[in-house]
């Protein structure tokens, strides 16, 4: 994803934040690790890394995104600043996810700052807390103001870049965003954040059309071979997305309808088997109670020792047993 030489100079300062922490900038520049990134997951690992944030991740990751988050994407051996770094700079929307201890970490700041500075969507989710309470942190209230105190106590962050922190929760505070409380279903919360990352860029889109063509190879007419080289212009990719955005649409609503179909065949080829069997059995049953009806009554007229009303009376005893029977 390109991004504007503006948001290139303030790599600089992150790089710069990243070396408080204990990396120099020959480190930095010599074992720097890409990691591709669309979504990055920005919280505060001992609140919602288990909870809301690896949920988030297994949802963008099950429809082909790639999302970041430190715990499911980072190998052994990369070194972490960078790779947080470069997932910031190349992920096209951010998810900052506000939780009551979230302004104890640092890292955590200092990667909200930078998302703030890249320009690109960022999408808050207030965690058991409220938008005002990262607003009023500027002022030194709120539920953040301990944290910060801790900060400026420890003396390990120069003023302006503690300055920078509140700055940018105060910023994030106003953006459109998400509140999670005790009477928000979280599985509604899920399912807006899905419909978000999607319509942020058509690239998304794109990602999910090649992923569900892949498990239809009669549609893999509607992207090329990934592993070719496109030669398309960027209108024509953007226009490519809407289409196949059109196509899985159509694609879904067809599957849709031949599964309906499908079932009520199904049903219709079941209920006229189950009256074939019936009829069948009918038949049957009235053809064995006439048979031994007609038995009887030839025997009624070959005796003469026993009364003719007592045969009878057997006869349909012994048909209608046999009527039973099935």
Not at 74 to 99: D, F, K, R, T
Request: proline share 3%; hydrophobic share 35%; with cysteine.
């Amino acid at each position: 994803m390109a991004f504007s030489s503006s948001v290139k100079d303030n790599q600089s300062a992150s790089q710069n934040a990243f070396q408080e922490i204990g990396f120099t900038s020959g480190s930095y520049k010599a074992m720097t690790n890409k990691v591709p990134c669309d979504v990055f997951i920005n919280h505060r690992g001992p609140d919602v890394k288990h909870k809301l944030a690896s949920n988030i991740y297994h949802a963008l990751d099950a429809i082909g995104l790639r999302p970041f988050l430190d715990e499911e994407v980072l190998e052994p051996g990369v070194i972490i600043p960078s790779a947080i770094q470069n997932a910031m700079s190349s992920a096209s929307l951010h998810i900052a996810i506000l939780s009551h201890n979230y302004a104890q970490s640092s890292w955590c700041l200092d990667e909200l700052s930078f998302m703030l500075r890249t320009g690109t969507k960022i999408i808050p989710i207030f965690y058991h807390v409220e938008p005002s309470d990262a607003r009023w942190v500027i002022q030194g209230k709120g539920i953040y103001a301990d944290a910060f105190s801790q900060h400026e106590k420890k003396g390990r962050f120069s003023s302006e870049k503690i300055e920078e922190w509140k700055r940018a929760l105060h910023d994030v505070s106003f953006l459109s965003g998400h509140i999670v409380n005790e009477d928000r279903d979280e599985g509604r919360l899920l399912k807006s954040i899905f419909n978000e990352a999607l319509q942020t860029r058509d690239g998304f889109r794109m990602k999910v059309a090649k992923f569900l063509i892949r498990s239809n190879e009669h549609m893999s007419r509607l992207m090329p071979d990934t592993d070719e080289e496109s030669e398309d212009s960027e209108e024509d990719v953007e226009e490519s997305a809407s289409e196949c955005s059109d196509e899985i649409i159509s694609l879904i609503v067809d599957r849709v309808e031949d599964s309906v179909s499908e079932c009520l065949n199904r049903i219709e080829v079941s209920v006229d088997g189950c009256l074939d069997r019936v009829e069948s059995s009918v038949t049957k049953c009235v053809d064995r109670v006439e048979g031994s009806v007609n038995v009887y009554f030839d025997k009624v007229e070959q005796s003469g020792d026993e009364p003719i009303d007592e045969l009878i009376e057997r006869g349909f005893k012994k048909a209608f047993s046999l009527l039973t029977e099935d």
